[in-house]
């Protein structure tokens, strides 16, 4: 079996390989990325690569040519003046691939939230993703995981510093969360299966709903410190992601997202179950991954794409 892996650099795609890898099933994996040296220890666990970028429509044709399943992810582009336009050229390449190559199963990283066309940032690119997946006749899961547990690893300098997290999120709103370790696990599951058939929408809401306040108290718990929840205000948020390398229409359009997050516009569909649950707690993500992290210099940094 023949599956290609897309960001396989970025925690969830990483997450993919790692378990693809790990199968015990005769699969040969082929990796699309644009830096091959951080490709190498999956190249040395028998991995295979194609190196290029993924709004290339002719590099992702001829990278997938012969696969029969596809994890399929839309990268973040920070620098980006034209966010959900960079989306969709991604989106055209997957379904020029798909279709050029007839690959039978796609597994599409999307969001929670990803019903709402308009109004909720990037999520609402995702929507035009799926929308241009579906129109292809292959079979198609979209996955639509909620926050990610990662997310607070762009607050680790403000928590060694001022022990406080922030968004520009009313700090009792309740939101699925989730480790993308356990997104990762769902996508490579679904991708060796084979009795699943036509266009699949799976949510995934980590083990529980949780405010920004309850992160702050479930830090506080792990890292034995006390850490705070402060709700930034939109010109801050919006200013510290223009600091962090952002486009005005990047910092727009995550600031829309928060909206969206915050008035319940982006909300999940499914209830809570043993098939959208997943195991991965806050507090352990804290243990294995924050708490290691913490004790490195403020300005050191973690690859989060």
Same mark, same amino acid.
């Given at each position: 079996?023949?599956?290609?892996? !897309? #960001?396989? !650099?970025?925690?969830?795609? &990483?997450?993919?390989?790692?378990?693809?890898?790990?199968?015990?099933?005769?699969?040969?994996?082929?990796? /699309?990325?644009?830096?091959?040296?951080? /490709?190498?220890?999956?190249?040395?666990?028998?991995?295979?690569?194609?190196?290029?970028?993924?709004?290339?429509?002719?590099?992702?044709? =001829?990278?997938? =040519?012969?696969?029969?399943?596809?994890?399929?992810?839309?990268?973040?582009?920070?620098?980006?003046?034209?966010? &959900?336009?960079?989306?969709?050229?991604?989106?055209?390449?997957?379904?020029?691939?798909?279709?050029?190559?007839?690959?039978?199963?796609?597994?599409? /990283?999307?969001?929670? *939230?990803?019903?709402?066309?308009?109004?909720?940032?990037?999520?609402?690119?995702?929507?035009?993703?799926?929308?241009?997946?579906?129109?292809?006749?292959?079979?198609?899961?979209?996955? &639509?995981? *909620?926050?990610?547990?990662?997310?607070?690893?762009?607050?680790?300098?403000?928590?060694?510093?001022?022990? $406080?997290? @922030?968004?520009?999120?009313?700090?009792?709103? +309740?939101?699925? %969360?989730?480790?993308?370790?356990?997104?990762? &696990?769902?996508?490579?599951?679904?991708?060796?299966?084979?009795?699943?058939?036509?266009?699949?929408?799976?949510?995934?809401?980590?083990?529980?709903?949780?405010?920004?306040?309850?992160?702050?108290?479930? /830090?506080?718990?792990?890292?034995?410190?006390?850490?705070?929840?402060? $709700? #930034?205000? $939109?010109?801050?948020?919006?200013?510290? %992601?223009?600091?962090?390398? %952002?486009?005005?229409?990047?910092?727009? @359009? %995550?600031?829309?997202?928060?909206? +969206?997050?915050? !008035?319940?516009?982006?909300?999940?569909?499914?209830?809570?179950?043993?098939? !959208?649950?997943?195991?991965?707690?806050?507090?352990?993500?804290?243990?294995?991954?924050?708490?290691?992290?913490?004790?490195?210099?403020?300005?050191?940094? $973690?690859?989060?794409?």
């Amino acid at each position: 079996m023949n599956i290609a892996v !897309t #960001t396989p !650099t970025g925690h969830v795609g &990483r997450a993919v390989t790692d378990f693809l890898l790990e199968c015990s099933r005769d699969i040969n994996v082929t990796l /699309l990325g644009r830096r091959p040296e951080k /490709l190498q220890d999956f190249v040395r666990r028998g991995a295979n690569t194609a190196i290029g970028a993924l709004d290339d429509t002719e590099y992702v044709v =001829k990278a997938t =040519k012969g696969m029969d399943a596809l994890f399929w992810a839309t990268p973040p582009v920070f620098g980006s003046d034209d966010l &959900r336009g960079f989306q969709n050229r991604l989106a055209n390449a997957a379904a020029t691939a798909i279709r050029t190559n007839r690959i039978h199963r796609v597994v599409n /990283l999307s969001s929670i *939230g990803a019903d709402v066309a308009t109004g909720a940032g990037p999520i609402s690119g995702l929507h035009d993703v799926e929308e241009q997946l579906n129109k292809i006749g292959c079979h198609v899961t979209h996955l &639509r995981p *909620g926050f990610f547990f990662e997310n607070i690893l762009w607050q680790l300098d403000t928590i060694r510093t001022w022990g $406080r997290i @922030s968004w520009p999120i009313n700090p009792s709103v +309740a939101y699925p %969360m989730i480790a993308t370790h356990d997104i990762g &696990r769902a996508a490579a599951t679904r991708l060796v299966n084979m009795d699943w058939t036509g266009h699949v929408v799976q949510e995934l809401h980590g083990p529980a709903d949780l405010t920004f306040r309850e992160v702050a108290d479930i /830090l506080s718990q792990v890292l034995g410190r006390k850490i705070v929840y402060v $709700r #930034t205000s $939109r010109e801050d948020a919006r200013d510290a %992601m223009l600091q962090k390398a %952002m486009s005005e229409n990047v910092a727009q @359009s %995550m600031l829309e997202m928060y909206d +969206a997050l915050d !008035t319940g516009k982006v909300r999940p569909l499914q209830p809570r179950t043993p098939d !959208t649950a997943t195991p991965t707690t806050l507090a352990e993500f804290a243990r294995e991954v924050v708490l290691p992290l913490i004790s490195q210099p403020v300005g050191a940094t $973690r690859e989060n794409a």
